[in-house]
Structure formats: structure tokens, C-alpha cells
């Protein structure tokens, strides 16, 4: 069984910043790709930012310069760093993983519960 919890979202003013961490836990033999994604009530899910096993990273453009994706892999974290945040940021957060449970070299994705972010005067 494998869980991952998400902390670290909030309330911020615009142009203030947060930091998303996502933590896995349980029987995990191996993590590969991490990524963030973001939901705004009324739209789709949209990719935010990923990074590889090997912590090569992409981020979207709507975020490039603003936000930073990054891993320790000790500690089965992911994180995301958000700067100069605006109102249209406003959304609840996913991290993922790519997670390997078992002898077989599988690596399914794993979602964590959401965390609330909202950026408003």
C-alpha cells in the first residue's frame, strides 16, 4: 500500500510564494517520474511542472520563471516551489509519482488527495 500526502498549500496574497511538498510512504522499491498537476474549478487537470528519475525537469509555460520542481530522493519527495504567484494560479494541487511496489519492474502512477491553493487579495 502506498500513500502520498500532500502539505503546504494555502491562502496568498498575489505575488507572494508557497512550497508544495508531496511525501511517499509504504512499500516502495523505486520511484521514477514526479510531477505536479493543477485543477481550477470549471477546467480540466493540467501538468504544471515534471521531473525524471534522473531530476531533469520541464515546467509549463504558464509557470516557467515562477515555479520550481524538485526531488529528494531520500526522502520520496517531491516538491514545488511557486513564486510571484497570481490569482489565476488559484487550484488544487496533485503531485504523482511513478512508484514501484514489488519484484516486477512496474512503475504505476500514484496520486496524492490535492492540496487547496488559492491566491486572492
Known amino acids: 500500500q502506498v500513500q502520498l500526502v500532500e502539505s503546504g498549500g494555502g491562502l496568498v496574497q498575489p505575488g507572494g510564494s508557497l512550497r508544495l511538498s508531496c511525501a511517499a510512504s509504504?512499500?516502495?522499491?523505486?520511484?521514477?517520474?514526479m510531477a505536479w498537476y493543477r485543477q481550477a474549478p470549471g477546467k480540466q487537470r493540467e501538468l504544471v511542472a515534471g521531473?525524471?528519475?534522473?531530476?531533469?525537469?520541464n515546467h509549463a509555460d504558464f509557470v516557467k520563471g515562477r515555479f520550481t520542481i524538485s526531488r529528494d530522493n531520500a526522502k520520496n519527495t517531491v516538491y514545488l516551489q511557486m513564486n510571484s504567484l497570481k490569482p489565476e494560479d488559484t487550484a488544487v494541487y496533485y503531485c504523482?509519482?511513478?512508484?514501484?511496489?514489488?519484484?516486477?519492474?512496474?512503475?504505476?502512477?500514484?496520486w496524492g488527495q490535492g492540496t487547496q491553493v488559492t491566491v486572492s487579495p
Open positions: 509504504g512499500t516502495i522499491f523505486g520511484i521514477d517520474a
Open positions: 521531473i525524471t528519475s534522473g531530476s531533469s525537469t
Open positions: 504523482t509519482m511513478k512508484i514501484r511496489t514489488g519484484w516486477r519492474p512496474l512503475f504505476p502512477d500514484y
